[in-house]
């Protein structure tokens, strides 16, 4: 492996590394408030793909008009996913609630095949096609922009969790629910908060992944996997470690297929992502039944 | 006063339920025969939706021109559609319900290979013909083992072999290959390995891929870094159009070879001005008016080709509704020497032989001859080796 081949992986799995950022502060924003592992996640980031392809390229709006309609329209379907299935079901299982996401994903992914079509669709990309050369690598625009506003969205988080009243009862309820509402915390209105807010984010990675990898009624499940390793290396607790989380599976991804050797090829490429995945939760489950015995 | 508008409005009713029937039974087919039911997988939703839909439509389209035509001998034909979904699981499941609840002479489809494969011991254990839209040879071989399984499209052994003598030609000797781990990449894999000595080929780099993986630098970074002078990728369109804007962001001077799979508009859309310079062999179809008058294909091409855009204002022709047109055509050429009254089992066995016996049967993939040792039956010329020019597709010269 050259050295400009070495960079040419570490930013191709960066780009990568961040989209799957992007999805599992979904995971573990909507996890930290309510204990729910939100399988339609990645189903955000599918109408925020599709939509910004609908809104931009078929109804002709501006591009920015057109992104940041499908940024509230994914919003507002979490919203609704929130309040029609799982607040009507509140009184059933962490367990049910978990599976009645699965069902919201499924129903989300029939009715956008059913209006969408089933063509993956190319939105157009923010600043043009072509590749920008840096240090020996070749990297598209979309890139930069992905990278780009993956950490800001990460950053405006932060700063919203820890600086805001609304962030800090959002995190009061992630340490302990009842607590939080006895000090008069609604924690209701917080999980339907932790909805929005997870899939407004969905709905961004849609917008800016799109242009570059293109975006189909079914892309939701695959992302929403790698969405998921990514939270779960974070512990599904904190932003930034599901960020690094992220960055690091694709950044493992990538190099993987650069080695090129025994396991490490693209052939392996999905399989290394959950053998990562699985080992997590091996020595996690150590800990977790660690604390729950101290409890 | 109340009763009397009843009464009125159930004998209108009454009048409009016998019209419609008198409309709806009475067009072109005899009514004393009984419809010869056949059923059809498409994949017309997940990763093959591009290839299903097209095959949903066509068959739709001419079983409407059948039947108005009078049908088989006096019978209607019915087509049962099930979307698969792309999942060979979902795929045996509904094989199970056509043959058993549906009782259907013959079944048409699956869309993809892995699919196809899925089912195979299915109908061969119930014994009924299947005539299968996907491409992989070890759908239809060994023969033995496949004696109730017929096939269309042409095989990945086929277009490999199309790739590889061109190359030869031009004087390529290292290629560099990128295929899905999808049934339909790993069958064209396959080929692309075993076939590569035979025209003095080396391969010099072996990569893969997911199908809905969204980016594949990493893979087409190794192969920058080896001394590759052409690149063949084996997936259908999407993957693939990933594949050829990755190639354009990493400032690749080779060529891009792909498989039969892009053969619709929808990899031009997909990959934008990255499809330019892309190089795929597949049926005549797409190159329909370059094809000259002399070619015995020239005109089922056309005629399928001008009413399938009239059917369906908005969409393109691809060639995989050809493999469904193909499919379809070769049940109905075999149910048209069928006998009457035959027991279900019978009639099942009596197509599955009359199938066998199809020769110079024209189609839109290619000319079929059909044997006993041959379930495919495609007559060589079959290809065409397309270059993507401006957007558009033109013979490579």
């Known amino acids: 492996m050259s ?126 096609r072509g590749s920008i050369s840096f240090l020996g690598a070749y990297i598209e625009p979309q890139a930069l922009w992905i990278i780009g506003i993956t950490f800001l969205v990460t950053i405006l988080l932060y700063l919203f969790l820890s600086h805001t009243m609304v962030g800090k009862a959002l995190r009061a309820c992630a340490v302990n629910p009842e607590a939080a509402s006895l000090v008069g915390i609604n924690t209701k209105a917080m999980a339907l908060i932790a909805f929005i807010i997870a899939a407004a984010i969905g709905g961004i990675g849609g917008v800016v992944i799109a242009p570059m990898a293109m975006a189909s009624y079914g892309m939701g499940v695959m992302l929403g996997l790698k969405g998921f390793v990514a939270a779960a290396v974070g512990g599904f607790m904190s932003p930034i470690a599901t960020v690094i989380g992220g960055i690091m599976l694709g950044i493992i991804e990538s190099l993987a297929v650069g080695f090129n050797w025994g396991p490490f090829t693209s052939a392996y490429k999905d399989v290394i992502a959950l053998v990562v995945l699985l080992l997590i939760l091996l020595i996690r489950s150590g800990k977790l039944a660690a604390a729950e015995r101290a409890a | 006063m109340r009763n009397y508008l009843k009464l009125s409005l159930f004998v209108v009713m009454a009048l409009a339920l016998v019209a419609t029937c008198a409309i709806g039974c009475g067009g072109g087919t005899d009514e004393d025969q009984e419809a010869y039911k056949i059923g059809a997988l498409f994949s017309t939703t997940g990763a093959q939706s591009n290839l299903g839909v097209p095959e949903e439509y066509t068959v739709e389209m001419l079983v409407d021109k059948i039947n108005d035509a009078g049908g088989i001998n006096g019978h209607p034909l019915e087509v049962i559609i099930y979307n698969d979904e792309t999942d060979s699981t979902k795929c045996a499941t509904l094989a199970t319900k056509l043959i058993e609840e549906d009782e259907v002479l013959a079944i048409i489809g699956p869309t993809g290979t892995g699919n196809s494969m899925a089912i195979i011991d299915i109908v061969t254990t119930a014994q009924i013909p ?107 369109d999407k993957a693939s159009a990933v594949v050829a804007k990755d190639m354009q962001t990493l400032q690749f001077t080779i060529p891009l070879f792909c498989s039969h799979g892009i053969a619709n508009q929808d990899f031009i859309d997909a990959a934008g001005d990255a499809a330019n310079g892309v190089i795929f062999p597949a049926g005549k179809l797409l190159v329909v008016d370059e094809v000259p008058a002399s070619d015995p294909q020239k005109d089922v091409l056309t005629e399928y080709r001008d009413e399938y855009l009239a059917e369906y204002p908005g969409e393109s022709i691809s060639t995989f509704g050809g493999h469904a047109y193909d499919s379809l055509y070769l049940v109905v050429e075999a149910l048209e020497d069928l006998d009457e009254d035959l027991s279900l089992a019978d009639a099942r066995a009596a197509i599955r032989d009359n199938l066998e016996q199809i020769s110079n049967f024209v189609g839109i993939s290619g000319i079929f001859t059909m044997s006993a040792t041959d379930h495919l039956g495609m007559q060589p010329g079959s290809l065409a080796l397309i270059e993507i020019v401006d957007g558009t597709w033109t013979v490579s010269q």
């Open chain 1, 3 to 128: 050295a400009d081949q070495f960079v040419q992986y570490l930013m191709s799995g960066l780009t990568q590394g961040s989209i799957y950022a992007l999805i599992g502060l979904g995971f573990t924003i909507i996890y930290s408030v309510t204990q729910i592992i939100n399988f339609a996640q990645g189903e955000f980031v599918m109408l925020g793909g599709m939509l910004s392809y609908v809104l931009a390229v078929e109804a002709g709006l501006p591009v920015p008009l057109a992104l940041i309609i499908a940024i509230l329209i994914a919003a507002g379907v979490g919203a609704l996913m929130y309040i029609l299935a799982i607040r009507t079901a509140r009184r059933a299982s962490v367990i049910s609630l978990i599976i009645i996401t699965i069902g919201a994903a499924i129903f989300i992914r029939g009715i956008a095949g059913n209006q969408f079509g089933v063509n993956a669709v190319s939105p157009t990309p923010f600043t043009g």
């Open chain 2, 130 to 236: 299947l005539v299968s839209c996907a491409a992989g040879a070890s759908i239809t071989s060994p023969v033995s083992e496949r004696y109730w399984v017929f096939k269309t499209p042409q095989t990945d052994k086929q277009v490999v072999t199309e790739i590889y003598v061109y190359l030869q030609s031009i004087g390529v000797t290292k290629v560099a290959i990128i295929t899905s781990t999808s049934g339909f990449g790993q069958g064209g894999k396959t080929y692309l390995e075993s076939e590569a000595a035979t025209y003095g080929i080396t391969l010099v780099d072996n990569q893969t891929f997911g199908s809905d993986d969204t980016s594949m630098i990493s893979q087409l970074t190794h192969i920058k870094g080896t001394d590759a002078e052409a690149v063949i990728c084996w997936d259908t």
